[in-house]
């Protein structure tokens, strides 16, 4: 017999759930479909990053500084893109 199955919580489905929104923005071009709002992919790991700080703050475990920071470059980078469009 196996031991039943856990489920995630709801910060986790929250974060798993934003992390898919961004993946189909980011593939709607490749499929043929208009560029998303490099703003709106921010605001969305933003959000996401948020996310990962509650949990973290549940569970110590789940602290990762190093991914932090590659999802703040990542932000850093997309503002930055966005302000120097010409």
């Known amino acids: 017999m196996t031991a039943p199955r856990s489920r995630p919580d709801g910060l986790t489905l929250l974060s ?6 961004v993946a189909v923005l980011l593939l709607v071009p490749l499929l043929g479909g208009p560029l998303p709002d490099p703003v709106l992919i921010a605001v ?13 703050r ?13 999802d703040l470059i990542l932000i850093g980078l997309l503002l930055w893109t966005t302000a120097n469009r010409s």
Not at 16 to 21: E, P, S
Not at 44 to 56: D, E, G, K
Request: hydrophobic residues 70%; charged residues 15%.
């Open 16 to 21: 798993l759930v934003l992390l898919a929104v």
């Open 44 to 56: 969305l790991l933003i959000a996401r990053l948020l996310v990962q700080f509650l949990r973290a």
């Open 58 to 70: 549940r569970n110590p475990g789940l602290k990762r500084p190093a991914a932090w920071a590659l």
